[in-house]
């Protein structure tokens, strides 16, 4: 009955902005960590940002640092990707997942990450 639901993708000219929500059911949300990763076509899936599940501690890659922000609301059981300054590179389909607390170190493994979301896609025009 666990269900990550993403949102907010589309089309978006480069060097615009966006934002993504995943709402999350059938979980005890403050007990997960959360993160984002994208998949681009002909290509792996790869870490973008996450979330710890207490204190609020983030990471992101290398190749989203200073543009994007991930941030969640408990009350709300839902995590946030804030995109700015989009590259044609970011376009990609982008997943959120859950990792259970136990794991709470590894957030940037995706193999670590219990439960997913569908995607939303993002299309950067150049």
């Known amino acids: 009955q666990v269900q990550l639901v993403e949102s907010g993708g589309g089309l978006v000219q480069a060097g615009g902005s966006l934002r993504l929500s995943c709402s999350a059911s059938?979980?005890?949300?403050?007990?997960?960590?959360w993160g984002w990763f994208r998949q681009a076509p002909g290509k792996d899936r790869e870490f973008v940002a996450a979330?710890?599940?207490?204190?609020?501690?983030?990471n992101y890659a290398d190749s989203v640092k200073g543009r994007f922000t991930i941030s969640r609301d408990n009350a709300k059981n839902t995590v946030y990707l804030e995109m700015n300054s989009l590259k044609a590179e970011d376009a990609a389909v982008y997943y959120c997942?859950?990792?259970?607390?136990?794991?709470?170190?590894?957030?940037?493994?995706?193999?670590?990450?219990?439960?997913w979301g569908q995607g939303t896609q993002v299309i950067v025009s150049s």
């Open positions: 997942a859950a990792l259970d607390a136990y794991y709470s170190s590894d957030r940037s493994s995706e193999n670590k990450y219990e439960y």
């Open positions: 059938g979980l005890t949300f403050s007990l997960y960590s």
């Open positions: 979330i710890r599940w207490r204190g609020d501690l983030t």
